[in-house]
């Protein structure tokens, strides 16, 4: 299952952030016009662990997180909840977070890059 996929079934599975953005959760986009608030994921830097025998199916990327909302405390919340759901992940590992705020086209954002340590299978 890919890095992606186990974000996704994560977050999916998270009664915190469900409670907020229900099952509002997108690879990259969201589509025109979807409901707030929402969550969106993607890969910005890849990174595969590599021994001396070659590669070790660890794999190191830096994964964004992006929570959405019309209004500032709800954004707040939903990114506080994806940060404890990935801090809580028995799946993968993450060695940090760095989340950042900012406001564009009428909607709060709240962006977070997390390291992931993940087993690819």
Known sequence: MS???????????????????????YPMIAPQKADK???????????????????????????????????????????EAVIDAMRGSGTFGIGDDNPRESHEDDMFRFSIDFSVWNQET
């Open 37 to 79: 608030p929402y969550v969106t994921y993607q890969r910005i830097a890849s990174g595969r662990v590599y021994s001396m025998s070659g590669y070790s199916n660890l794999e190191n990327p830096i994964m964004q997180v992006d929570c959405w909302s019309s209004d500032y405390d709800t954004g707040k919340e939903l990114s």
């Open 3 to 25: 890095l992606e996929s186990k974000l996704y079934t994560l977050l999916s599975g998270d009664a915190a952030v469900i409670g907020i953005a229900s099952t509002r959760i």
